[in-house]
Antibody, heavy 128, light 107 residues
């Protein structure tokens, strides 16, 4: 059974760079997309970005200038870097498997996108 | 960016009652790219529905999804005590966005 585990510092100073790693175990790392999502205290979910196992990325436009997601396939890990953090970046950060499924019905391919496996989340506080 | 607006913000119901949650998109969304998640306090979200109407593995059949275009619905036919939680819809376009959530609370 696939499991994801986030790791990294729980406290980051303003203007510094937040760095987190997600380790995938119990299943395949290849041929999947892997996402980062965050949730500020008492608020909803915000998608940060994803990386394909081969390294291609897509980022939330609102965070693009500050976000870098990278992958290390030999370790079944992917990482998040968020630069120039402020208090507004305080949140629970989740990593998730971002699946793409294909079903053929009457000769037509239907593609389905969804996040089906999530890590437990890690709290990051931005404070001096 | 496609904005998802969920309503109501809070739904107060009793166990055994039917819950109907709405998710409206600011522009048309492919049904294949619309998902629903359940989140309980202190837990990560859990996938309930993908492709607007397909239940994820292990999800009870009291959960159902429907809709197309800009209007989607999650229905819980008979609320069980463990169903009281926050529910989010999500869409994949050029960017991925979530709705702001609907809290289903015990009346």
């Amino acid at each position: 059974q696939v499991q994801l585990q986030e790791s990294g510092p729980g406290l980051v100073k303003p203007s510094e760079t937040l760095s987190l790693t997600c380790t995938v175990s119990g299943g395949s790392f290849s041929n999947y997309y892997w996402s980062w999502i965050r949730q500020p205290p008492g608020k909803g979910l915000e998608w940060i970005g994803y990386i394909f196992y081969s390294g291609s990325t897509n980022y939330n436009p609102s965070l693009r200038s500050r976000v870098t997601i990278s992958v290390e396939t030999s370790k079944n890990q992917f990482s998040l870097k968020l630069s120039s953090v402020t208090a507004a970046d305080t949140a629970v950060y989740y990593c998730a498997r971002d699946s793409r499924a294909i079903t053929m019905v009457r000769g037509i391919n239907y593609y389905y996108y969804y996040m089906d496996v999530w890590g437990k989340g890690t709290t990051v506080t931005v404070s001096s | 960016e496609i904005v998802l607006t969920q309503s109501p913000g809070t739904l107060s119901l009793s166990p055994g009652e039917r819950a109907t949650l709405s998710c409206r998109a600011s522009q048309s969304v492919s049904s294949s790219y619309l998902a629903w998640y359940q989140q309980k306090p202190g837990q990560a979200p859990r996938l309930l529905i993908y492709g607007a109407s397909s239940r994820a593995t292990g999800i009870p059949d009291r959960f159902s999804g429907s809709g197309s275009g800009t209007d989607f619905t999650l229905t819980i036919s008979r609320l069980e005590p463990e169903d009281f939680a926050v529910y989010y819809c999500q869409q994949y376009g050029s960017s991925t966005t979530f709705g702001q959530g609907t809290k289903v609370e015990i009346k």
